[in-house]
């Protein structure tokens, strides 16, 4: 009897448009782009924007978020800047100008598109669907920056914490959509739980269990330091904006090889040395020297939160060496910025010494008549000595000047906290070098 074959043939099920809404979250639309090699996508071109609200120093050619752009592995293709009197609420920029982002970033084929201000979630999410390309912040492009240097377990708990902050901020772009109750059989979470509240509430959990380890963490390097204490140890640790060379000065001083490059955020984790300062310098004394991680402008509060045990370092030093790029135009605005980030870690009253480095990348009419001065700075008379970490100028003079407050601590004077020459240097309009009495 010949077998009879059945088909049958199974329909799909009947998708409703609003449940499909609702089973995961919406994707910013994409464009269909022509690329700059379509043989080779890059999946890293980047267009840069900055909105100018009227704040001094603005960066209209966007150098500094093209840096920070370089050190995550984007490469920037096309920068944009605006004025604006106020954030529009929805999508920072206005209509009008994210569509010409939009056609800007098809123009050069980019595959996302960075903002050097900070987004809300609403206003990212909405950028996001007008321009059809992920949307970023310089927030979360220096904890991606951190995220990638951080080599110590400390340091990735510091970044994990920072991240997972930021991130519970962004809950309501991610499940804004999803407002509905996600109890009963076979759910996550409990009866009556929506989505983003079992997000949240995972993500305050992770947030604590991070915070319960870096306590850890923090117990450690109060016990190293309670040792050093007991030592009597002269602590110094090393601040200043990104890129100073701080890691280059540390690595001449104690002949380590502590990573430095010329890049931002080269240093992420502390490292701690022991400084000779040589017979006839405070009598061989040996000083404790503390390489920290860098500060940069709209440094996000929640990093400056998360690396509390490592600016620590600086908060407890004996003295600070605020370490300065002579070379960048733009010193005074980042010498101002360490000073906000020192305020907010309880470090501005440490004695500090400033220390003008890259030397050997100044003019020889920028170049300063003396290498030792003085700079007054919120009417504080600081300390001030130009170096080159590169070529080793200035460097005996620094040490010298160590080995001098080291001794001046030790015999519990305080006089010789100052330098001896009150001439003032500083870079001025022309790029040349004046002496003359400065209060920032």
Known sequence: MPRTR?????????????????????????????????DNPDHTATVLVGVDFGVPHFDDELEELGLLAETAGLRPVARLTCKRKAPDAALFVGSGKAEEIRLLAEDHG???VLFDQALSPVQQRNLERAIGLPVNDRT?????????????????????????????????RRWSHLERQQGGIGGRGGPGETQIELDRRMIGEAIKRTQERLVKVKRQRQTQRRQRERRETFNIS??????????????????????????????????????YLGDGQGGGRSVSLSDTVGFIRDLPHGLVEAFEATLQE????????????????????????????????????????????????????????????????????????????????????????????????RAGTAESMTASDPALVSIGHNGGLHSRDTNE
């Open 110 to 112: 980019a595959s996302e």
């Open 140 to 172: 979360l492009l220096i904890l991606e920056i951190f995220a990638q240097r951080a080599r110590s377990h400390e340091g990735k708990l510091q970044v994990e914490l920072a991240r997972l902050q930021y991130l519970s901020t962004r809950l309501v």
């Open 6 to 38: 059945i088909r049958i043939r199974v329909k799909p099920p009947v998708t409703c448009p609003a449940a499909a809404a609702l089973s995961a979250p919406p994707r910013p639309r994409r464009l269909t782009t022509t690329l700059l090699n379509p």
């Open 238 to 275: 090393l601040v200043g904006y990104t890129n100073a060379g701080k890691s280059t000065l540390f690595n001449a001083l104690v002949k380590a090889r502590a990573y430095a490059a010329d890049q931002l955020f080269a240093t992420l984790d502390t490292t701690t040395r022991q400084l």
């Open 314 to 409: 600086a908060a407890d030093a004996d003295l600070l060496l605020h370490v300065v790029d002579a070379a960048n135009p733009h010193y005074l605005e980042q010498m101002a910025e360490v000073r906000r980030v020192l305020h907010e870690i309880g470090a501005a009253e440490v004695p500090q010494l400033l220390v003008f480095n890259k030397l050997d990348a100044l003019e020889a009419g920028r170049r300063p008549p003396e290498l030792q001065s003085e700079m007054t700075i919120e009417g504080r008379r600081l300390g001030r000595i130009f170096v080159s970490a590169h070529s080793g100028e200035g460097l005996p003079l620094l040490r010298a000047e160590l080995a001098r407050r080291a001794e001046a601590a």
